[in-house]
């Protein structure tokens, strides 16, 4: 049984999508399973880190190690330097960062405004923190002198400079 909150939402459509591949055997694009194996030096890293590393639960936010590396990569990237301390949480998933966000950030009764169409998880997480959420379409934005402008058809890079 699920509390009354999430009843509405029943299974994603990720779950969806990946009974309909295989009731019709047919690929499953919906989650992007790779079609072949891992490399061979990937899972030989992953089973040597199990014997000769701990295998135990890591720290919540991930091993530090880790968040180290992102925060390298990051700075590589986009030249902005981050505290891996402070600034970095390593999850399994989109799905459980999304989860934990919305649980750390917003308080029962928060408004949040959600842009569709939207990821089924966004919903979600706001019947699990209780926040208020409405849906909005992108392809119309209010801007500050209540004039529309459509956004539909723009590229992202307009649409920032629009803004």
Known sequence: MVSRRLQPFGSTVFTTITAKAREHEAIDLGQGYPSWEGPDFVKQAAATALWERSNQYPPSMGVPE???????????DTGQVLDPARSITVTSGCTEALAATFLGLFDP???VVLFEPTYDAYPVGCALSRERSRGMSPSTLQTSDSTRRSCGRRSVRQREQSW
């Open 66 to 76: 880790l968040r180290d590396s992102i925060a390298r990569r990051w700075e590589r």
């Open 109 to 111: 009764g928060d408004e």
